[in-house]
């Protein structure tokens, strides 16, 4: 398998991204690589394959949800 897959979580799931620091693929989809661990929850039923003519919005490619990249802000001071 290679290339990726447009999914979203379906209702009630939480699945998390383990290739993107764990962080939960959004309400609104996620483009995710198309790899056993994706394939598994999408058999499992926990995820859901869309296309963006199902109503999913257009997500960001993987580049850029993780955020800019450079100095990170403190978590005492968020504006810094």
Excluded: C, H, W
Excluded at 14 to 19: A, H, K, N, T, Y
Excluded at 29 to 46: E, H, P, Q
Excluded at 63 to 77: F, L, M, Q, T, Y
């Amino acid at each position: 398998m290679s290339g990726t897959i447009l999914v979203k979580p379906a209702d009630g799931a939480l699945v998390r991204q383990p290739d993107r620091g764990n962080l939960p693929i959004p309400p609104e989809g996620a483009i995710v690589a198309d790899n056993s661990f994706y394939r598994r929850a999408l058999l499992t039923g926990d995820l859901i394959e869309v296309t963006p003519a199902d109503g999913a919005a257009d997500p960001a490619p993987p580049e850029a949800e993780d955020g800019p990249k450079g100095r990170r802000r403190s978590a005492s001071n968020p504006e810094e």
